[in-house]
């Protein structure tokens, strides 16, 4: 005859196995969970990388557009956007300008006559700002170009 204090082990192995069965699935899920969100992150990055690539690649578009114009013709194109070959966007803005030093500012060394010298008289300080956009994911660059005029 069997007690009823007597210790009864009948069912423990279902019990263990079937803990034993919802921790492995807990850690398969957090596995699967981690992999998708390092597979996400990469990706994230590895676009961003690209889309700095190209916007870098606008401001140097803008940057040879502000080279080769004229004053004139950069005055009538500021704020507009444009396309760069990169498929950047980029805008150009005159911050401010200044007079040259050697021209009624601070002395220039070795001098440097003003009148008819070639020299350029003023400086325009531009500034740009490229944007490009990869997927999701967007690179924003803004540089202070200074060209005299």
């Known amino acids: 005859m069997k007690k009823f204090y007597e210790n009864d082990d009948r069912g423990i192995a279902l019990i263990t196995t079937v803990m034993v069965v919802i921790m492995g699935l807990a850690l398969a899920g ?3 969970y981690l992999i998708g969100r390092g597979n996400r ?3 994230t990055s590895k676009n ?3 889309a700095l690539n190209l916007a870098q690649g606008g401001i140097e578009e803008a940057a040879l557009f ?3 114009n004229s004053y ?3 005055e009538d194109q500021l704020g ?3 396309t760069a070959a990169s ?3 980029y805008r150009i803005w005159e911050v401010f300008w200044k007079p040259l030093s050697g021209f009624g500012g601070a002395p220039v060394f070795p001098p440097i006559s003003g009148a008819y010298s070639g020299v ?3 400086e325009v300080f531009h500034l740009i700002h490229s944007q490009a956009k990869v997927e999701e994911t967007q690179a924003d660059l803004y540089v202070m170009y200074v060209k005299g005029y």
Do not use: H, P, Q, V
């Open 80 to 82: 507009t956007e444009r």
């Open 30 to 32: 957090l596995c699967f």
């Open 72 to 74: 004139t013709t950069i």
């Open 48 to 50: 961003y990388a690209k």
């Open 120 to 122: 350029a008289g003023i």
């Open 87 to 89: 498929g950047a966007k």
């Open 41 to 43: 992150t990469y990706r």
């Open 66 to 68: 502000l080279d080769s």
